[in-house]
């Protein structure tokens, strides 16, 4: 069974701080992604990553940046967190985009208020 | 480009009753296409998928989905609700073709069970 963590569930940050937002999966996926989740808007993707040291931004990288070091762990970085960046943060984890094997396996999900 | 429409951001069906979810997309290669589930306060969750093998796809929880290639449709169902499937339902379309085969994502319908 696929696993992807999340480093936690509900985050509450001031505007202007550095967040840190982890992700861990535990089957040896190539590829990670990092997604906003807004009321009505859907999943939006922010930036993905298909090998170690490898990214690309998404559709929305504007105010984020990531890290991924080693294969398991993506993490998502908002440099000076600001109100707009409330929203629901997912991630997710996909073997490779080769055939049948384009699903995702998502987290839980981080919950982050900007105050 | 590839979209994704989802008729209906709220829907309501009694339990017992017939779930029907519309999905539309746009594609102009063939497409993998997928609907997923979420739960309050949950990441999302694989249901089904469609990779050409069979236009009828059957997943899990008893929903199935038909792609209709004529009709550009890929809408899920579920013959009977059971309250335990109130929750968010996400379709998404994949390029079949292309290097990197991320998914697109409608914006999701709310579903309630009524007693």
């Known amino acids: 069974d696929v696993k992807v963590t999340q480093s936690s569930r509900y985050l509450v940050k001031r505007t202007g701080e550095k967040v840190f937002l982890e992700c861990v999966q535990d089957?040896?996926?190539?590829?990670m992604f990092w997604y906003r989740q807004d009321p009505g808007l859907g999943l939006r993707l922010i930036y993905f990553?298909?090998?170690?040291?490898?990214?690309e931004k998404g559709d929305i990288p504007e105010g984020y940046s990531v890290s991924r070091e080693k294969k398991e762990r993506f993490s998502l970085i908002l440099e000076s967190a600001s109100t707009n960046q409330t929203s629901m943060y997912l991630c997710?984890?996909?073997?490779?985009?080769?055939?049948?094997?384009?699903?995702?396996?998502f987290g839980p999900g981080t919950r982050l208020t900007v105050t | 480009a590839q979209s994704v429409t989802q008729l209906g951001s709220h829907v309501s069906v009694s339990e017992g009753a017939l779930v029907l979810l519309r999905c539309n997309y746009s594609?102009?290669?063939?497409?993998?296409l997928f609907w997923y589930v979420q739960y309050p306060n949950q990441g999302l969750q694989l249901l089904l998928k469609?990779?050409?093998?069979?236009?009828l796809v059957k997943g899990i929880n008893g929903f199935e989905a038909e792609f209709k290639k004529s009709e550009t449709s890929f809408h899920l169902t579920k013959p009977s609700a059971h309250m335990s499937d109130a929750a968010e339902y996400f379709c998404?379309?994949?390029?079949?073709?292309?290097?990197?085969?991320?998914?697109?994502f409608g914006k999701g319908t709310k579903l309630s069970v009524k007693p």
């Open positions: 997710a984890s996909r073997l490779e985009p080769g055939q049948g094997f384009r699903e995702q396996y």
């Open positions: 089957m040896d996926h190539e590829n």
């Open positions: 998404a379309v994949s390029d079949r073709e292309g290097s990197q085969g991320n998914l697109i």
């Open positions: 469609y990779t050409s093998a069979a236009t």
């Open positions: 990553s298909y090998d170690v040291k490898m990214k």
């Open positions: 594609s102009s290669v063939p497409p993998y």
